[in-house]
């Protein structure tokens, strides 16, 4: 089968042949149609995760996918073949991951079936980004009535995070530029902010605080504007683990780093709002597997205003 994988941390995606893998029992093969790129995948090529992380050479890059069920292990009896599913495939001791015309799933791992609505192309783009804002308003325990900022609102866990968001009845502030206002209050957004001017613009609209603030993107050591806009008890919750918990209890506010876990249950539940038409994912590049290697070296310095999947 063909896969992008990496020879070494470090070293350029290449597109391969390598055998296709077999399903040991409990799992699921799967003929993934299309794998949803997300910034975790380029940071773990380039040995972000060396330290913790002790993979197979070539690994295959990626975990998001969405296909079909073609054979499935002893003992699986969530799924058979000819189901249609989407979720995480990746399983870097192996030397698997999602970037690849076949992948396996554990069938009680972070598996589930498509949304009916969606194709493959679309599914693939799901699992991480909106999983993880489904974690992140979780995490916030985001309510009706709140008036929350999401910082990094414009990319693809940000337009997942503005809707589910406002569907628990918060009143959302999006940063984004003047040309990316149509594109944020598409998704709910009841206001924007500039992202170099934020804090002082959500100040001057809300001079008794917000709720809570959903730091998408900011590193450790430049929350403090976002965190000065929060009334006593409000929240902030960060998904690249810029917070000082300890430090935020101290001044009376509730600080979560936030790590995505998808569960089948998660996975369902999106399934199930996107197939009711509550939410959706934006799908800005469908990029055939070939150019995946010339599209994985720019893609970290273009500006994201959504999901790019690769063709399988
Ligand atoms: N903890 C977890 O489990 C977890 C899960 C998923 C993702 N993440 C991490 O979370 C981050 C966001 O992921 P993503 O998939 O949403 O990335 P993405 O699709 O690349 O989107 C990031 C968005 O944030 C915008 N942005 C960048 N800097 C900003 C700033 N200072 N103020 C306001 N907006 C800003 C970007 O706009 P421009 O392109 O114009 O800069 C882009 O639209 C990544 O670092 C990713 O690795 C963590």
Same mark, same amino acid.
């Given at each position: 089968m063909r896969a992008i994988a990496i020879s070494a941390f470090g070293a350029d995606p290449e597109l391969i042949e390598v055998p296709e893998p077999e399903p040991r029992p409990g799992e699921i093969l799967v003929r993934l149609r299309a794998a949803g790129y997300n910034p975790v995948d380029t940071k773990i090529a380039g040995g972000a995760m060396k330290g913790v992380m002790s993979p197979a050479f070539p690994l295959i890059m990626g975990q998001d996918g969405a296909g079909v069920v073609t054979a499935v292990g002893g003992e699986v009896s969530r799924f058979r073949p000819g189901d249609e599913v989407y979720g995480r495939f990746s399983h870097p001791a192996r030397g698997l /991951?999602?970037? @690849?015309?076949y992948a396996v799933a554990a069938?009680? /791992?972070p598996v589930a079936r498509m &949304?009916? /609505?969606?194709t493959p192309e679309q599914a693939a @783009?799901? &699992?991480?980004a909106t999983g993880t804002a489904w974690d992140v308003v979780e995490a916030a325990r985001i309510d009706e009535g709140q008036t929350v900022l999401i910082v990094g609102a414009t990319g693809g866990v940000g337009q997942s995070a503005i809707q589910l968001a406002a569907l628990r009845g918060a009143r959302v502030i999006a940063t984004a530029a003047p040309a990316d206002e149509d594109l944020v209050r598409g998704f709910g957004a009841a206001e924007t902010v500039d992202r170099d001017r934020a804090a002082e613009q959500v100040r001057a609209a809300h001079p008794d605080g917000i709720d809570a603030v959903l730091e998408l993107v900011s590193p450790a050591g430049a929350t403090g504007p976002a965190e000065a806009?929060?009334?006593?008890g409000g929240v902030i919750c960060s998904i690249v683990h810029a917070l000082d918990p300890d430090a935020l209890a101290a001044r009376e506010l509730r600080g979560v780093n936030v790590i995505n876990h998808p569960t089948p249950q998660v996975l369902t539940n999106l399934a199930d709002l996107i197939d009711a038409g509550r939410l959706r994912v934006r799908v800005e590049a469908q990029v055939p597997l070939e150019r995946a290697p010339a599209e994985l070296r720019e893609i970290a310095g273009r500006r994201a205003r959504g999901k790019t999947v690769f063709l399988l």
């Open positions: /991951g999602s970037y @690849a015309e069938e009680d /791992g &949304p009916k /609505g969606m @783009a799901v &699992p991480t806009l929060l009334r006593p």
